[in-house]
């Protein structure tokens, strides 16, 4: 990968000297290295299933985040329509249950 990369840089030097009128060498023109980084991006891989799983994976992460979110606040600010057990019900039940008799 390292070759195709100098490869590439040597063209793009001689492209750039040709058609600035430079000299024949292979020394690049000043600020041809941040003119030419600023706009060589890498070549974006093909998307292969590990990458789809894991965006997959997390953008239903973050819906059931957000799920998980309204449900709490929407609980927390509503009245619950039945009041909870009250503790005598819960030992009432508790001891028909756990009685012996």
Not at 73 to 87: D, I, N, R, S, Y
């Amino acid at each position: 990968m390292n070759h195709d990369f100098d490869r590439r840089w040597k063209i793009a030097a001689r492209a750039a000297q040709r058609s600035e009128g430079g000299e024949s060498s292979l020394e690049t023109p000043p600020g041809f290295s941040t003119r030419i980084l600023a706009c060589w991006r890498p070549r974006p891989s093909p998307p292969t299933l590990a990458l789809l799983w894991q965006t997959l994976a997390l953008r239903t992460l973050g819906i059931m985040a957000a799920v998980l979110f309204v449900l709490t606040g929407f609980a927390l600010w509503t009245e619950p329509a039945q009041p909870a057990l009250t503790p005598p019900i819960a030992e009432i039940v508790g001891e028909q249950l756990f009685s012996f008799e």
